[in-house]
């Protein structure tokens, strides 16, 4: 027992937070991954869309909570329209980061794999996204940090999660579930920092080889 709350109470609503933060977290990237590219093959499109994603994030998210089943049908309480409005928001803070990513990839290295024979697609997945990978990690940091903050927010129209600590408190005048609601987010999100951060170092051994000497 925490501040009045039980061990059970706080794992099962931290795994729920993870879930509802953590999947679109997933599928943000997978869609803000083609969307970069793009923005980078066709320069000239690349304002409209980084602009035009980066303005979903500017859409208050209790808004989008009680708006979205009005588009998808869920009930309100359905978790779908949670995951979709922190996909949207995923989106838009990774779009930018990703073709900022392919845009620090050195022209002289994207022109040696061209010269080796390497079709654009190749190339891509073989070249510019593994050296790309530091900086759309840092934005992916970002993002995690974001939704395990936006997540909360859900509470107030009663899906349940970490948040829900903080309406707890609120309506019974206590402060000790929402210090305990706190501590849960902040202890969650750098779970999910730290754990981008190891899967970064791992996909990128060519920097580690670089520290070590």
Known sequence: MVGGVAWSTIVELALRHLYLAGVPLVIGLLISLPLGWLAVRYRWALPGIVAGTGLLYTIPSLALFILLPLVTGAR??????????????TVALLTRTVADGLLSVPSATR????????GELRRTLTVDLPLAIPVITAG?????????SIVSVAS???VSQL????????????LDPVVVGILACVVLAIALDVLIGVISRLLTPWLRAGDAR
């Open 140 to 148: 992916l940091r970002v993002a995690a940090v974001s939704n395990v």
């Open 156 to 158: 107030l129209i009663g």
């Open 163 to 174: 948040g829900s600590l903080f309406t707890r408190g609120f309506n019974r005048n206590d």
């Open 111 to 118: 022109q040696a794999a061209i010269a080796m024979g390497y």
């Open 76 to 89: 309100i309480l359905d978790d779908s329209n949670v995951l979709i409005a922190m996909t949207v928001y």
